[in-house]
């Protein structure tokens, strides 16, 4: 087949293509513009690494909330587990395993993960990219708009843009769109001939429930003498999850070797928080800084935030410099989350106890749920076009295709039903090779037309 990839950015990062990213947020403060790389590859050019499928009963199970969950099952991604793991370079047969034992009361199992080296797109796929038949790369070609044909059902073509302001149409027989979640909700939304038609409507959910993962600053502990300072990490059961009906979580228990700092100024904020560390009033400037001494023990932890729909992607008035509407983003919690918060804080702590492993101090607002959170997000955006089994749920089917069109697609986290608590680039990749399939049957039932 013949496929054209567009790359808003060009080769490597520059700071005109970056300000495109540039949004507003009107919720929990959520670093978008720093957190998403727009040149080829993408954020992997920055990704960490860590990988966790998602398991049966993400699927399985649905939120406790007024929008339902998966409309598929595990089994139609799994198979497509071993070809993920070998774009990120994770050796085939190569099991998710833990560093650490699970705790005892049931509630929290060790948590199995892999790390990528991490792969990074563009170096890995260069010369696939320069040389594969059928394969062009437009560089610095940005999407201004989607030109739906309502008669069709389809849409006709990309409109496209260079940075001097150029436009062209780009046609093809079907499109993907696989920008990231803020941005594939953008681009629906910005949409005229999409809204005309009817297919992006005001009432219905593009941009709607987006999602994170939180990064909650739990509190601390201190481990029985004897006990090992590695670090551990813990996932949910689903047992836990079953009896709170709350969400899953990753928690990590970290005892510090060194005061974290960074930035430009961070060898001096190491010496200076050293030196509160060492004078003991560290506790007394924390509404100068708050930052923790070696020797402590902290909790982080990756937690599951349920669909939302209030949490959105909305566009402005406000236009960038390509004539592409910007947009806002209101991230917002639940009940839901803070109840799942305060769920695994609270049996983090009892387990804790109960096992002789140590103690743990908890911060007020996680069992407080009337206080203000403090978190922060892990950059994982998911949600805002939801896979669904109609257009009243949700933004694509399950081929995660558009509703209302016959051959616009949607790729990436945006297509996630609900986030679970595992990073999303393993169960991302899954569904794009389930995709790029889907596509490779379609095109050979119409009787191997070129794409």
């Given at each position: ?6 790359e808003?950015?060009g ?5 005109r ?8 947020s ?7 513009h720093?957190t998403?790389?727009?040149?080829l590859?993408g ?17 399985a199970v649905?939120p ?7 409309p ?20 085939q047969?190569?099991q998710f395993?833990?560093?650490?034992e ?5 509630e929290?199992?060790a ?9 990074r797109?563009a170096q ?6 320069e040389?594969t038949?059928?394969?062009d790369v437009?560089i610095?070609c940005n999407?201004v708009?989607?030109l739906f044909?309502?008669?069709a059902?389809r ?8 940075y001097?302001g ?12 696989a920008?990231?979640a803020?941005?594939?909700?953008r ?7 999409l809204?005309a ?18 990064n ?7 481990l ?6 590695d670090?551990r990490?813990?996932?949910?059961t689903?047992a ?6 709350a969400g899953?979580?990753n928690?990590q228990a ?8 960074y930035g430009r100024?961070a060898?001096?904020?190491h ?14 400037i924390e509404f100068?800084?708050k930052f923790?001494c ?9 937690i599951?935030?349920?669909?939302n729909?209030?949490?959105r ?7 960038d410099e390509l004539d592409?509407a910007?947009?806002n983003?209101n991230?917002?919690l639940?009940?839901h989350?803070?109840?799942t918060i305060?769920?695994i804080g609270?049996e ?9 492993l140590g ?7 996680v069992?407080d ?7 922060s997000?892990?950059a994982?955006?998911m949600g805002t076009?939801?896979m669904?089994?109609?257009?009243e ?11 209302g069109?016959d051959n ?18 393993m169960?991302l990749?899954?569904f794009a090779?389930?995709?790029a399939e ?10 191997g037309a070129a794409?």
């Open positions: 087949w013949r496929v054209a990839l567009l808003g950015g080769h490597e990062f520059t700071p293509s970056q300000q495109l990213y540039t949004c507003t009107t919720g929990l403060e959520m670093y978008a720093e998403r790389l727009r040149y590859g954020t992997s050019n920055h990704w960490a690494g860590r990988c966790r499928p998602f398991t049966a009963s993400d699927f649905p406790p909330v007024d929008v339902p969950g998966w598929i099952s595990y089994s139609d991604i799994e198979p497509y587990l071993a070809g993920a793991m070998d774009i990120v370079d994770l050796p047969g190569a395993h833990a560093i650490n699970g705790l005892d009361g049931g929290f199992e948590d199995r993960f892999l790390l990528s080296p991490p792969t797109f890995k796929y260069a010369s696939a990219l040389d038949p059928g394969l437009f610095n999407c708009d989607l044909d309502e008669g059902g849409l006709q073509a990309v409109l496209v843009s260079d001097d150029k436009r062209q149409q780009v046609k093809a027989r079907n499109y993907i769109l920008m990231g803020i941005e594939n909700a681009q629906l939304l910005n949409s005229g001939s809204a038609a009817g297919v992006m409507r005001k009432d219905g959910l593009t941009g709607r429930c987006f999602m994170e993962h939180l909650i600053d739990m509190g601390t502990f201190i029985k003498s004897g006990e090992g300072t670090p990490q813990y996932f949910t689903d836990f999850v079953a009896e709170y009906q899953k979580g928690v970290a005892v510090l070797a060194d005061v974290q700092t100024t060898e001096v904020k010496f200076l928080e050293n030196l509160a560390c060492e004078m003991g009033v560290s506790s007394k100068v800084a923790s070696p020797g402590d023990g902290v909790i982080s932890t990756l599951e935030q349920f669909p729909a209030q949490s992607i909305s566009l402005l008035d406000e236009r592409v910007k947009v983003v991230w917002v639940s009940d989350d803070r109840h305060k769920c609270s983090l702590a009892k387990q804790f106890a109960a096992t002789g103690f743990v101090k908890l911060n007020d607002f069992y749920t009337s206080l203000p959170l403090k978190l997000p892990h994982h955006h076009t939801r669904a089994a109609s257009a749920t949700g933004v694509v089917d399950a081929d995660c295709k558009v509703f069109t616009l697609y949607v790729a990436g986290s945006s297509v996630f039903a609900t986030g679970g608590a595992s990073n999303p680039t169960p990749l899954q090779l389930r995709l889907h596509l490779d049957q379609k095109l050979r039932l119409q009787h794409a």
